[in-house]
């Protein structure tokens, strides 16, 4: 019963930037850890960012200083915010969570992604 879907992505400059959304839905009793995924192109999957229920935040280095993670608890959800963007940011993004369902147990969910291009 629970999706997470994504939005914001598309084709920009390099140097432009983007903000991605995700909205978790369904029988949420609580989420712990949001993050954000990507794979590029014969690359393997690799987290950009996470962010915990208490609000701690964490982003591979090639984004430090240039994104920034952030999240509603009352509202499930999760946004990232990409700057300064670069060729090498191009990539399927994905949203990820940590969720107690209404059953009781706590499983990792993942959005069906967003394509990011950045391009001239």
């Known amino acids: 019963q629970v999706q997470l879907v994504e939005s914001g992505g598309g084709l920009v400059q390099p140097g432009g930037s983007l903000r991605l959304s995700c909205a978790a839905s369904?029988?949420?009793?609580?989420?712990?850890?949001m993050g954000w995924y990507r794979q590029a192109p014969g690359k393997p999957r690799e987290l950009v960012a996470a962010?915990?229920?208490?609000?701690?935040?964490s982003y591979v280095d090639s984004v430090k200083g240039r994104s920034t993670i952030s999240r509603d608890l009352a509202k499930n959800t999760v946004d990232l915010e990409l700057n300064s963007l670069r060729p090498e940011d191009t990539a399927v993004y994905y949203c990820?969570?940590?969720?107690?369902?209404?059953?009781?147990?706590?499983?990792?969910?993942w959005g069906q992604g967003t394509q990011v291009t950045v391009s001239s």
């Open positions: 962010i915990s229920s208490g609000g701690i935040t």
């Open positions: 369904g029988s949420i009793i609580s989420i712990n850890s």
């Open positions: 990820q969570a940590d969720i107690r369902t209404d059953w009781g147990s706590i499983r990792r969910y």
